[in-house]
Antibody
Framework: QVQLQESGPGLVKPPETLSLTCTVS??????????WGWIRQPAGKGLEWIAT???????QYNPSLKSRVTISVDTSKNQFSLNVRSVTAADTAVYFC??????????????WGQGMLVTVSS | EVVLTQSPDFQSVTPKERVTITCRAS??????LHWYQQKPGQSPKLLIK???QPFSGAPSRFSGSGSGTHFTLTINSLEAEDAATYYC?????????FGGGTKVEIK
């Protein structure tokens, strides 16, 4: 059974870059059966899709964040990563990494990491 | 982008009652609508995919219906462990979007 685990700093100062890594275990990230993504959730609020990645490094981004976000993959480590540049307090949230099923950009999420709280504060 | 509007925002329900949550899409999304359950401090868990297909491991009391722009999640015979926030999610059109959530409280 696949497991996803987020890691990275829990505190980031504005306007620095937020960097998170998701380590995938129990399955290879090198597959066309699944895509890999990031979703975030501010405290007490709903879910916001950030980006989705294929292991070939092609990606799709939420237009609302596209100018500040980069998603990448390291197949040798079975990991994928998220960078959010020029962060503000509005980027404070729990960040989830996730697996998208169906081998498509247009898919539901069948597995989630436990989530990582990232606070943006000076 | 596709806006998903869930109703109600909050529901307080007695055990064994039936719960119905609605999700309306701002444009046609066929059956590309999925439902998740999220308990406090946990990540969401997939319950229903493609409007009506149960996901492996989801309790049978959860069911989904609908297509186009109107969708429903039904919990038959609510149990105490079903206290959670429920989200709908569409995958028909990028960007992927989620509903605002429906919090279900057990009386």
């Amino acid at each position: 059974q696949v497991q996803l685990q987020e890691s990275g700093p829990g505190l980031v100062k504005p306007p620095e870059t937020l960097s998170l890594t998701c380590t995938v275990s129990g399955g290879s990230i090198v597959t066309s059966n699944f895509y890999w993504g990031w979703i975030r959730q501010p405290a007490g609020k709903g879910l916001e899709w950030i980006a989705t990645l294929h292991y070939t490094e092609s990606a799709q981004y939420n237009p609302s964040l596209k100018s500040r976000v980069t998603i990448s993959v390291d197949t040798s480590k079975n990991q994928f990563s998220l960078n959010v540049r020029s962060v503000t307090a509005a980027d404070t949230a729990v960040y989830f990494c996730a697996r998208l099923a169906d081998g498509s950009w247009y898919s539901h999420i069948d597995s989630w990491g436990q989530g990582m709280l990232v606070t943006v504060s000076s | 982008e596709v806006v998903l509007t869930q109703s109600p925002d909050f529901q307080s329900v007695t055990p064994k009652e039936r719960v119905t949550i609605t999700c309306r899409a701002s444009q046609y999304i066929s059956n590309s609508l999925h439902w998740y359950q999220q308990k406090p401090g946990q990540s969401p868990k997939l319950l229903i995919k493609y409007a009506s297909q149960p996901f492996s491991g989801a309790p049978s009391r959860f069911s989904g219906s609908g297509s186009g722009t109107h969708f429903t999640l039904t919990i038959n015979s609510l149990e105490a462990e079903d206290a959670a926030t429920y989200y709908c999610h569409q995958s028909s059109i990028l960007p992927l979007t989620f509903g605002g959530g429906t919090k279900v409280e057990i009386k």
